[in-house]
């Protein structure tokens, strides 16, 4: 089980095969953090839960009232009967000069033997709205990697796909590396999806010379993460894709996963 903040540096895919192709690739990274370790994020150069150049705050995620984030997750597996009492591993990206936005964040719960009992994908929107995605097995067998899981859309993202359909993931737990897959399909019984999204990267240790690095390749990332989002939508509608409008928030900030 991972147990020291790490560095996952890699990158962010987006493919779109319908109704137009569109593709995007990027550099990224995001922290690693098992949760047990929050601790230490000060010692290796991150603020935590208070103004910094570079810094996590509890407020970004979870409840998003800045209550303890352990906590938030082990009550959140207990009431879906998750028995998964081991590390947390959060991957989420960090505040850069103060500002964060997070597309989705993926919590990784393990049982104390190291098996993955569960994913939590947590998806923020541009509009401050937030939905929860919790994919793990009906019998509560541990998750494998490589393993596809499925759960229904319920929560509007982006304003070229409608609020329909299902998403399938995939991810690849080793401790070397990270790799997250989301594909996201329609209703019209098609064999390819309408999006793949990848973000995949390679795993590295954290302390204050690599925070000092991140600050200095990274500064402005949130920024761009930002300026991309907008790039990308202003291309696909100059493509002529279909706009749609944003629906009410689901009423329910969970969504539980069924096996693909």
Known sequence: MPEAIGIVHGE????????????????????????????ALESCGIAHNRGGLLSFLDRDHGARDGTPLLPWIRG?????????DGEVVLHAFPRMLGYVFNPVSFWVCHDQQGSVRA??????????????????NADGSALRSG???????????????????RYTF????????????????????????????????????????????????????????????HWQALQLWLKGVRFFRKPAPPAQPLTRNGAA
């Not at 550099?27 to 929050?38: D, E, Q």
């Not at 207990?78 to 998964?84: K, M, W």
């Not at 994913?119 to 793990?136: D, I, M, P, Q, R």
């Open 12 to 39: 962010v895919g987006h493919v779109r095969h319908r109704p137009t192709r569109h593709a995007f690739r990027y550099g990224a990274f995001c922290l690693r953090l098992p949760l047990s370790a929050v601790p």
């Open 76 to 84: 959140l597996l207990h009431a879906e009967g998750i028995h998964a």
């Open 119 to 136: 994913v939590l994908c947590e998806v923020s929107n541009t509009f401050g709205e937030h939905h929860n995605y919790l994919l793990a």
């Open 147 to 165: 393993q596809t899981l499925s759960a229904r859309k319920h929560f509007h993202v982006s304003p070229f796909c409608e609020v329909k359909g």
């Open 170 to 229: 995939r991810f690849h737990f080793g401790a070397g590396r990270w790799l997250a897959r989301v594909d996201y399909l329609d209703d019209a019984d098609q064999p390819q999806a309408i999006l793949e999204t990848r973000i995949s990267g390679i795993i590295s240790p954290l302390d204050r010379p690599a925070a000092l690095a991140l600050l200095w390749r990274y500064r402005f990332f949130t920024l761009g993460v930002i300026a991309r989002i």
